[in-house]
């Protein structure tokens, strides 16, 4: 008896292999961008004498993002309507996917240049994920400047 598939059963195989492949896969590390759940990890960003808290999102990227704190940065201004801050390496965007509800106080995560994208007004880029929501605080964004940055875990 011989271990060849008939020509017919073989296409079939490979038509099913090919037809995964090509399927989004689905699972834990991939969620809805426009409606993500938050987490209860809260961090605590500090500058200039100010602090904001946020929750973070339960996301593969946020997920890294706290696997690095404490963070010493430096904070300043980019645009007319947000805040950044280099990170010293960059985040995984797996799970990542773009979404239409933009809205001020988003946490994002800039994938191209692998920064901090603090809004404080409305805003609309492609390449970002969402690591989470500022709570309180929102006024210490809207101070310019270019100032030291803590971001730490305080839950």
């Not at 999102?57 to 993002?65: G, T």
């Not at 609309?124 to 101070?143: I, N, Q, S, T, W």
Request: hydrophobic residues 35%.
């Amino acid at each position: 008896m011989s271990n060849r598939l008939h020509p017919m059963k073989r296409r079939t195989v490979l038509a099913l292999g090919a037809s995964a492949l090509a399927l989004p896969r689905q699972g834990l590390s991939q969620t809805d961008p426009n409606n993500q759940e938050p987490t209860d990890v809260k961090i605590k960003l500090t500058f200039n004498d100010r602090t904001t808290t946020a929750t973070l999102y339960d996301n593969p990227s946020a997920h890294d993002f706290a696997s690095m704190l404490p963070l010493d940065l430096e904070i300043k201004d980019y645009g007319s309507n947000e805040k950044i801050a280099y990170l010293p390496r960059k985040l995984t965007t797996q799970g990542n996917g773009p979404f239409s509800n933009e809205r001020p106080y988003d946490l994002c995560y800039y994938m191209p240049w692998g920064n901090l994208a603090m809004f404080y007004a409305d805003y609309k880029h492609p390449g970002l994920v969402r690591l989470g929501r500022f709570d309180d605080g929102y006024e210490a964004l809207h101070v310019p400047g270019e100032f030291p940055l803590r971001i730490e875990r305080i839950q």
